[in-house]
């Protein structure tokens, strides 16, 4: 398909265990975002990137939390000794960078992944 | 920092009906302000932006909403309500000034429900 993809769409895992979550973004998006949506937050971001570097991991809410883009593409986000509160559902933007102020990059988001910590 | 604040949790809504949705923002640069659309088990889909061209904005789905910078608003509106519509949106700011790093500040959502 065209559009992001997120798998597993969901996960169960035992608490402090770790997990992965994998991301596809469209062909050819340079920009790829990691956002977080749980009942007690909201949506915040996460972890911005631009290519395969991360210019903004200010989102990341410990050290637990790490996460890379390899090719300039796939990115995976892991989550190391899960701990309940990480439960959430994690989604995934990618937009076409374009330069100038006239511009701004619509992101599109994939179905997420549905993370339960027991 | 910039923030967007959304008014109401709930919001339900006759069929047929005007939808209003309130969004407020704090920004202490010209905004970029959007408004997403989550249906159950889905990403957000953009609904439309403002990007300061002008401050009338029409969306998808006969959606429109209008920047006002005195009131600080962003409200989105339509003037007739659909079951299809029943969803929950977001409104959201771009930390971006218009190139690279574009991450988006959510409003807390508000869950529209259409009554038959």
């Known amino acids: 398909g065209a559009g992001v993809s997120q798998s597993p769409s969901n996960k169960v895992t035992e608490k402090g265990k770790d997990v992965e979550l994998r991301c596809d973004p469209i062909?050819?998006?340079?920009?790829l975002y990691w956002y977080r949506q749980s009942l007690g937050q909201g949506l915040e971001f996460l972890i911005y990137f631009q290519g395969n570097s991360a210019p903004d991991k200010s989102g990341l809410p410990s050290d637990r939390f790490s996460a890379e883009r390899t090719g300039g593409s796939v990115s995976t986000l892991t989550i190391q000794r899960t701990q309940q509160e990480d439960s959430a559902v994690y989604l995934c933007?990618?937009?076409?960078?374009?330069?100038?102020?006239?511009?701004?990059?619509?992101?599109?988001f994939g179905p997420g992944t549905r993370l339960t910590v027991l | 920092a910039q923030s967007v604040t959304q008014l109401g949790s709930h919001v339900s809504v006759s069929e047929g009906a005007l939808v209003l949705l309130r969004c407020n923002y704090s920004s202490s640069v010209p905004p970029y302000l959007f408004w997403y659309v989550q249906y159950p088990n889905q990403g957000l889909q953009l609904l439309l932006k403002?990007?300061?061209?002008?401050?009338l904005v029409k969306g998808i789905n006969g959606f429109e909403a209008e920047f006002k910078k005195s009131e600080t608003s962003f409200h989105l509106t339509k003037p007739s309500a659909h079951m299809s519509d029943a969803a929950e949106y977001f409104c959201?700011?771009?930390?971006?000034?218009?190139?690279?790093?574009?991450?988006?500040?959510f409003g807390t959502g508000t869950r529209l429900t259409i009554i038959p």
């Open positions: 959201a700011v771009s930390g971006s000034s218009g190139f690279g790093n574009e991450k988006l500040t």
């Open positions: 062909s050819g998006h340079t920009a």
């Open positions: 403002y990007t300061s061209a002008a401050t």
């Open positions: 933007a990618s937009s076409l960078v374009r330069t100038g102020r006239a511009w701004l990059s619509e992101q599109f």
